[in-house]
T-cell receptor
Framework: KQEVTQIPAALSVPEGENLVLNCSFTDSAIYNLQWFRQDPGKGLTSLLLIQSSQREQTSGRLNASLDKSSGRSTLYIAASQPGDSATYLCALSNDYKLSFGAGTTVTVRA | DTGVSQNPRHKITKRGQNVTFRCDPISEHNRLYWYRQTLGQGPEFLTYFQNEAQLEKSRLLSDRFSAERPKGSFSTLEIQRTEQGDSAMYLC??????????????FGPGTRLTVL
């Protein structure tokens, strides 16, 4: 069974600081990894998808890396803004099923 | 808006009642998924469909739960004889069926169920 861990559970930073969010997993036999954003009481918004054969993906201020050998992924958010405040979840796919971590709740202070 | 939609957005019911939720996926997506999320946790997989066929069910999906996807379009999730432990956010997602691990899942806004 895939176990996904996200540490820390919560993070508070001043505006402008770079964010580093960590995700670790136990089973490297994955199809892909997705990072999601979730605002309170809302659904999930897909941020980035990294296929199993890829090492990283970038979208604007977001960059995600994948290291299957060590069972880790990292999401970097550059120059954080108050609008980045949300919970960020990583999820590993076995082709159809996503296994999620519990998320990191980020607060960006103005 | 061509995203995943779910109805209702909120449902309050009394213990023992039956409830039904609906999900409309992105129109060209073959796959449809149901997840359940409780407070402070990540979503947990319940079941998924490829077109109209239900291909996998989690052990979390007790016999009080049933899901359908008639004609491979929208899907319904029914919970019979609801219990307080069923209170959660029920999320629906859809994805295309593509080779090479690029089955990006897109989520709807969820249905929040409260069982009194």
């Amino acid at each position: 069974k895939q176990e996904v861990t996200q540490i820390p559970a919560a993070l508070s930073v001043p505006e402008g600081e770079n964010l580093v969010l960590n995700c670790s997993f136990t089973d490297s036999a994955i199809y892909n990894l997705q990072w999601f954003r979730q605002d309170p009481g809302k659904g999930l918004t897909s941020l980035l998808l990294i296929q199993s054969s890829q090492r990283e993906q970038t979208s604007g201020r977001l960059n995600a890396s994948l290291d299957k050998s060590s069972g880790r992924s990292t999401l970097y958010i550059a120059a954080s803004q108050p609008g980045d405040s949300a919970t960020y979840l990583c999820a590993l796919s076995n082709d159809y099923k996503l296994s999620f971590g519990a998320g990191t709740t980020v607060t960006v202070r103005a | 808006d061509t995203g995943v939609s779910q109805n209702p957005r909120h449902k309050i019911t009394k213990r023992g009642q039956n409830v039904t939720f609906r999900c409309d996926p992105i129109s060209e997506h073959n796959r449809l998924y149901w997840y359940r999320q409780t407070l402070g946790q990540g979503p947990e997989f319940l079941t998924y469909f490829q077109n109209e066929a239900q291909l996998e069910k989690s052990r979390l999906l007790s016999d009080r739960f049933s899901a359908e996807r008639p004609k491979g379009s929208f899907s319904t999730l029914e919970i019979q004889r609801t219990e307080q432990g069923d209170s959660a956010m029920y999320l629906c997602a859809s994805s295309p069926l593509r080779a090479g691990g690029y089955n990006e899942q897109f989520f709807g806004p969820g249905t929040r169920l409260t069982v009194l």
